[in-house]
């Protein structure tokens, strides 16, 4: 029960015991005290330990969509790895350093291509590929994006900037199992000379999720 | 333990990619994982993608056994919504567990 009064204050790092007055300030809402709640239950009753939790949470806070755009920018550069990413996708993240934790979902690589692009939803919750790309922006959760991107995947992309050619078939996948997708956005035209660091600068959080595409710079796009 | 409808008997695969399959129409009360606007859709079977311990079992502390084949699915989004604004080539994958899936004949 400690971690009811300890480190655990839903402000990240931010500790409320280091400012004097504030030991005792407590504005959790709902959701945070049924989290604390939840977690006091689960250590009190033996199923994991502070430890555990904390280190999961450490996990997740560890990654973010830049770990995501360092692989797809790999893919981009070498068709192998690429290839490798397809086909075996935890092989293909452990040779840059990222080895997933046994109790993460299986997670699988969907190529979007001049013929495809791919959108990825959870209508059952907020599934995402967390141990790659951290947590999941809030519109991801909303009840908005849930059931619109299924009903009409085109029109949300519409709204995040992306008019997809009718000619290409937009996939909806809904992540409601045992899987977890990361898109494999495709490379822009006119990054041809761009080293792997600087595409990998391109990579954004939407164009792993499937809602915008990933633009080539200013100075590529004007020639 | 709750019992449900179409509670798996073991966890040999049936299906095969390219294999027409319908999705149950089931509320088995509970925590289950097959949504609501995919049941009694029909579609194609994309790929096998491994077997896994039943969330439905696991879900109140069970074992999980007999594990599931899950499968990701292919459906047509203008068949599963009849008012889908997009071209008739556009596709929903859901990844749904073997015991909510039944063989099927090709839709025309």
């Known amino acids: ?223 | 333990m709750t019992q449900y409808s179409g509670q798996p008997d073991d966890s040999t695969v049936k299906y095969q990619p390219g294999d027409t399959v319908a999705v149950r129409v089931d509320n088995p009360g509970g925590h289950f994982r097959t949504p609501r606007y995919i049941q009694g859709q029909t579609g194609r079977v994309h790929k096998l993608c491994g077997i896994f311990p039943n969330p439905e079992s696991l879900a109140y502390g069970g074992d999980g056994q007999p594990a599931q084949p899950l499968y990701r699915v292919e459906f047509s989004q203008s068949q599963v919504w009849s008012e889908y604004a997009g071209p008739s080539s556009d596709k929903i994958y859901v990844d749904i567990y073997q015991h909510w899936l039944e063989p099927a004949t090709a839709v025309a």
């Open chain 1, 1 to 223: 029960m400690t971690r009811l009064n300890t480190s655990s204050n839903g402000h990240g790092d931010h500790d409320h015991e280091d400012h004097p007055g504030m030991a005792h300030d407590e504005e959790l809402g709902y959701y945070a005290l049924r989290a604390r709640a939840m977690e006091a239950l689960l250590v009190e009753k033996g199923v994991c330990s502070p430890t555990e939790i904390q280190n999961m949470v450490d996990r997740v806070e560890a990654r973010s969509p830049a770990d995501g755009a360092r692989v797809v920018a790999h893919a981009w550069a070498d068709p192998e790895y690429k290839a490798l990413l397809l086909s075996d996708p935890e092989a293909a993240l452990a040779q840059l350093g990222y080895s997933l934790p046994e109790t993460t979902p299986k997670l699988d690589v969907v190529e979007n291509t001049e013929n495809v692009h791919n959108l990825v939803v959870c209508t059952l919750c907020s599934c995402y590929p967390r141990a790659l790309l951290g947590r999941p922006p809030d519109w991801y959760k909303s009840f908005s994006y849930r059931s619109r991107a299924v009903i009409d995947p085109r029109g949300v992309m519409r709204e995040f900037g992306l008019d997809v050619p009718a000619e290409v078939e937009v996939r909806v996948l809904d992540s409601t199992a045992d899987l977890r997708y990361l898109v494999l956005p495709r490379r822009p035209e006119g990054t041809e000379g761009m080293s792997e660091d600087q595409l990998a600068e391109l990579v954004t959080r939407d164009s792993m999720i499937g809602v915008t595409e990933v633009r080539a710079p200013e100075s590529a796009r004007a020639g």
